[in-house]
Nanobody, 121 residues
Framework: QVQLVESGGGLVQAGGSLRLSCAAS????????MGWYRQAPGKHREFVAR???????DYADSVKGRFTISRDIAKNEVFLQMTNLKPEDTAVYYC???????????????WGQGTQVTVSS
């Protein structure tokens, strides 16, 4: 059983900052890419940021220059530092990880339960 647990969400004023964390635990051989997605009310879940096992990063255009993704590979953790937050960043943020449970099994996508981020104007 693998678990992804997010933390760090909350309420912040526009222009403020938050740092999200996600820790993966359980039967894990290796984690390839880890990332963050978000879903605002009435909208589809959308990509926010991703980081590969060799440190390459990718961001949605809407967050470039404001959000920074990082990870601690040894601890199976991923972080999202969010600065200059805007009301349109309000959403439930989900952690995503491409997890390999054994050496011979292919990786599969796993998701956390989500953490709410609310940005007031």
């Amino acid at each position: 059983q693998v678990q992804l647990v997010e933390s760090g969400g909350g309420l912040v004023q526009a222009g403020g900052s938050l740092r999200l964390s996600c820790a993966a635990s359980g039967s894990i051989f290796r984690i390839n890419a880890m990332g963050w997605y978000r879903q605002a009310p009435g909208k589809h879940r959308e990509f926010v940021a991703r980081i590969t096992s060799d440190g390459r990063t990718d961001y949605a255009d809407s967050v470039k220059g404001r959000f920074t993704i990082s990870r601690d590979i040894a601890k199976n953790e991923v972080f999202l530092q969010m600065t200059n937050l805007k009301p349109e960043d309000t959403a439930v943020y989900y952690c995503n990880a491409a997890i390999q449970k054994t050496m011979i099994q292919p990786p599969y996508d796993d998701w956390g339960q989500g953490t709410q981020v609310t940005v007031s104007s």
